[in-house]
């Protein structure tokens, strides 16, 4: 078996951790019980266990190929895409009416690690058709909705986001690309887009693109944009498929990683499709709010490759783990007759158990987001919604930014504990190590997330949000400090818990007071030290979670219920402690330096 | 121009930190003046740009290939070859006698720089080749030293390596393959070895395998190690070339990087030769002393390895820098009429500033370790002899693991500054990613780095030249903050640097206490946190030469003669001590924790 799905630690997760119960307990999840939870989660990892996971070196080995327009996708891809539609999880989430299953984010979430655990580059199309079935069904005409989301959840066609042009990567501003509005109320586009993740492919009937346009009166820079739907085929009012139309794959990118995803470039009116010159389109909501609609899909999609980054690394994690086990190279340090498995090598420890605590970290931190999400879309009280909204708003850049960057360093280290093994790509590490170098740059670098999370997360409520959750934090610290002094085996753990924690919100604290005292007098000392603030934020609510995993496990101790899972899981917690949220002391003082490290940063450039 | 030799910071780091006078001052080097030293300098970059450079990327896209057990190197890598023989450069720092040039340490460190920044794979062929040449001056029979030394300097052959094997990587004590004493006093090898760099290639007329095996009747264990010279063809007395010897290449690895780098499976003894079966031998030095004599080749090719990480790490920056002076997107951050380049964003310079910072800090660091090698070798002063080759020895697992994991931050931040066209392929950036992922893996992981510096660097002298080491940073520290206290344009920056570096001294010397306290009760504990220890010692001894140099600016800019590069490197400096060395704190509380996270590990392990 080449993945297993981390059943146990996402039901830890989810029970424990992300309020589950609660979740499910919101209006309109009435008929959906824990059972059935547990049942897609089984059904889940059987599917993508057997499906998926053993198409995801050949999917590195045999890209998607392109000849003459057309796309090929890796071996195995296309019948795994007709299962994964037909396994009813393209719908997951979406709602019912519509074909979908209507089921919580909060379950959404693990079912999305795994079929990203088992393969990257497989799941970036359907995670795509979820941002464009999301983006149609919060902003699309009805007429729209019912034309495109049923088929985009049966998997008969797929979705893309074209927001990126040569000129306008990060900066949407400079997108360039002219929508002409007809007589017909249609639109014809022409223009350019690149780094279209599955732009075409050969895997459904049709393809539909959302892409970002300008009209020809519009305002200049991001509110001028204009968002549209060009299908690959223009679909008839009946939902069949109609004339090609003119949009083109022009070649595909050669990737680090991530082969088996088509990277496309699109042309878009060059003339060479059924409907004479012009990609036909349909323009969604109102003209120049583009941008606003977009972000629906971004944010969606930016959560989305958060949980990607906990996917990769929990399966770099895997192969690791099973390496060390396996490896026999050395004798154990106290001394033994013969040479051991790597596994017993402290340093091997230290790398397996930073890597899993990270992992499990993250995962924590993601499945609470999604919890918080679910609440702010079902709590009957409005004032509770809008609390978890700003709290799962807050979060997304948090766990977008986050997960990804640690997922390098875990793929990294993933390759480590293989040693030269590692380098050699039949082992399989090195794929993750080249896979995850994407996540923190697609749907929005590290460096955007944290301008995002710095100007919209902090300033713009006065760091109320990270207040308030500063406030829980510490009021998990002092519950751990309360257990660990009525003694017993694990007293010393959850002391060093508690106070690591503690230090970490206090970081946390100070650096927000320095973002935003410093913010009303010159902005740039504050964006010097945003990515360090976002990974600052990052390890210390990660910690948090971890801190909270390791009161249950105590819990579950005192009541004598505890079993293995506990035990692994309480030493990943104190490994976390020790050798991870000392982290946030750095990261707090790479901030605090802002003025005077940007002062300087700037002579340094110029020079 | 693909890759400049950054001259400046070197001549900078030569003469103004690693006492470049100093050393062309000892015994011997009366005849190299400064000036010859700069010519070299110059004829070296000039060579490296022109010849080596542009040839680093048809490296990594048509790596060398295998057929029928000749391999054919990479497009332009066999006239390079020749071209950087005949240019004297493989015989750099040999001795004159056997054909070198006699230079100091201090010198070929730069060299070996630019060679590896402008094609690391290329350069493996010559690093494996001067610690052959090293090993066989240093424990070689006069005879074998006359019959190979001068051909592998005039690059009419090379040499390489033979340690691994399939189950001995970093245990030699398994080494397995068997050499049997023939009558002649030669001997027959049997055996397979693995990961040979440059273990069969077309760029030579022959190759030199140095090869550790065991005969008979060896002591089990380390202790039972020989070293042997295996020529692919064999050598007649007057040095023409004679038999095809009986070492095969079976196939070569698939890697993550270093494309142009051929890593050879290598079959000992198989009988295909025209010598018979088993591949003919000649021992080097004694029996059963070949792991010694094989330390000479690696001290020397892992300080080597340590320079490849400044080397890749260099070139990544470059790349990176010219992209982001060249790019533009998004808008000042203060407001700007229209999109400017990216070297204005702040998470941009942030991301330059730390991969250039931790280049030219661990630049610094290397250089310094270099310069102490040449007074350990030449100082008049047996007693001064003996303190510099404890110094230096205590230094070079330090350059190796803290430069090579260094590499990998950077050559992934590199990646980061491009945004999407970073995971582009042909941008290039994508290919320091993958190539440097293996320094900190070859010629002892960074967990082997790390053994070495704890078991043999600390414990072993009490940590005797840690704590002088220390006095020496702490002197640097006050020579700072005195600078700062006479005021001026920069006494803010100096006192940020003299604090931090003061803080970084602090956490390595808790760090050493509480490994040379708990060593004596238990090694686990201590071994957890080994490798945090030695990035710690790393991170704070570059830092201390970052705080050097801060120095040297401050008393150019007091004389009038400071110009833009010493404003430059300040600014650098600012930067390291305000993000880098805040890390040195977490390190720190990450070792101090090695009793408890040693004690759950094996607990997490285990379930």
Chains 1, 2 share one sequence.
Not at 28 to 55: K, T
Not at 286 to 303: P, S, T
Not at 420 to 449: K, N, W
Not at 541 to 561: K, S, T
Request: hydrophobic share 45%; charged share 20%; proline share 4%.
């Amino acid at each position: 078996m080449s993945y297993r799905a981390p059943l146990r630690d996402i039901r830890f997760a989810l029970k424990e951790l992300a309020d589950l119960k609660g979740v499910l307990a919101l209006p309109g999840y009435e008929e959906v019980s824990e059972d059935l939870i547990d049942a897609v989660l089984d059904e889940n990892a059987r599917f993508v266990e057997q499906a998926i996971a053993p198409l995801n070196r050949g999917g590195d080995v045999v890209g998607a190929q392109w000849s003459d327009g057309a796309v090929t996708t890796s071996p195995g891809f296309k019948q795994a895409f007709r299962e994964f539609a037909q396994g009813g999880w393209q719908g997951l989430l979406h709602h019912p009416e519509q074909g979908g299953q209507g089921l919580p984010k909060l379950v959404g979430a693990p079912a999305s690690e795994n079929i990203n655990a088992a393969s990257l580059a497989f799941s970036l199309c359907p995670l795509l058709t979820d941002g464009v079935i999301e983006a149609l069904a919060a902003v699309g005409s009805r007429a729209q909705q019912d034309l495109y989301i049923p088929a985009l959840i049966e998997g008969r066609w797929t979705g893309t986001m074209n927001l990126t042009e040569p000129q306008a990567g990060s900066d949407l501003a400079q997108v360039a690309t002219r929508a002409v509005r007809q007589d017909d109320g249609s639109y014809r586009l022409f223009g350019q887009k690149i780094f279209i993740t599955y732009g075409e492919h050969d895997m459904a009937e049709n393809i539909v693109h959302l892409v970002l346009a300008r009209t020809p009166d519009a305002p200049k820079g991001v509110k001028g944009i204009s968002l549209f739907i060009v299908p690959k085929f223009l679909v008839q009012a009946d939902g069949t498929l109609g004339a090609r139309n003119d949009v083109w794959c022009a070649s595909l990118e050669h990737k680090l990683g991530i082969h088996g995803s088509p990277t496309a470039v699109l042309l878009y009116g060059s003339g060479k499709g059924e409907v004479g010159e012009g990609a036909v389109a349909q323009l969604v909501g109102e003209e120049n709010r583009g941008l606003e609609y977009m972000f629906i899909m971004m944010n969606a999609a930016r959560y989305a490759v958060g949980i990607q980054g906990i996917a990769v690394s929990e399966r770099a994690l895997q192969l690791a783990t099973a390496y060390a086990h396996e490896r026999i190279q050395g004798q154990a340090l106290e001394g033994s007759a013969g040479p051991v498995t790597i596994v017993s090598h402290p340093d091997v420890q230290r790398m397996l158990l930073t890597m899993k605590s990270l992992t499990e970290g993250a995962r924590a931190l993601a499945y609470v987001a999604a919890s918080y999400c679910d609440k702010s879309r079902r709590h009957p009280d409005a004032e509770a919604r809008a609390r978890y909204k700003a709290l799962y708003e807050y979060l997304v850049p948090v766990v977008k930014g986050f997960s990804t960057e640690v997922s390098v360093e875990v793929a990294s280290l993933g390759v480590q504990v293989h040693g030269g093994m590692g380098y050699i790509e039949e082992t399989g590490a090195a794929q993750h190590y080249r896979d995850a170098r994407i996540l923190p740059i697609y749907e929005g670098t590290t460096a955007i997330q944290a301008n995002d999370f710095v100007g919209r997360k902090i300033l713009r409520d006065g760091g109320a949000v990270a207040a308030g959750l500063a406030k829980e934090m510490r009021a998990t610290a002092r519950a751990l400090q309360a257990a660990a002094e009525t003694g017993g085996q694990h007293a010393d753990a959850l002391a060093l818990i508690a106070g690591r924690l503690e230090a970490g919100v206090e970081a946390c604290e100070r650096a927000t007071a320095f973002v935003l005292e410093q913010a009303g007098k010159s902005a740039r000392p504050v964006f010097m030290g945003s990515v360090p603030y976002l990974m600052l934020a990052g390890f210390v609510h990660a910690g948090w979670q971890m801190a909270r995993a390791a009161l249950a496990c105590q819990e579950h101790a005192r009541a004598g219920a505890g079993d293995d899972f506990y035990v692994g899981k309480l030493a990943t917690c104190v490994f976390y402690a020790g050798h991870v949220l000392p982290r946030s002391q750095a990261l707090c003082d790479a901030v605090l330096e802002g003025e005077i490290t940007s002062r300087y940063a700037a002579l340094a450039v110029r020079s």
